[in-house]
């Protein structure tokens, strides 16, 4: 991430518009990128595509309710 003032971070639509608690993600070349959205210069996690797919299936599916 040579430049993360170019990256586009995106927030989910279900997010609260009042500035509550989620995540940002952001396409990279080969990985995404997550943030949390409250702490934007904090740390920032790269996952694989098939490992973001993978994540966004299991909560589709409910595999992670509690």
Known sequence: MNDLKRIAWRKSSHSSQEGGTCVEVANLSTTVAVRDSTDPAGPILRFGRPAIAGL???????????
């Open 56 to 66: 966004v299936g299991r909560i589709r599916a409910g595999e992670l309710d509690r």
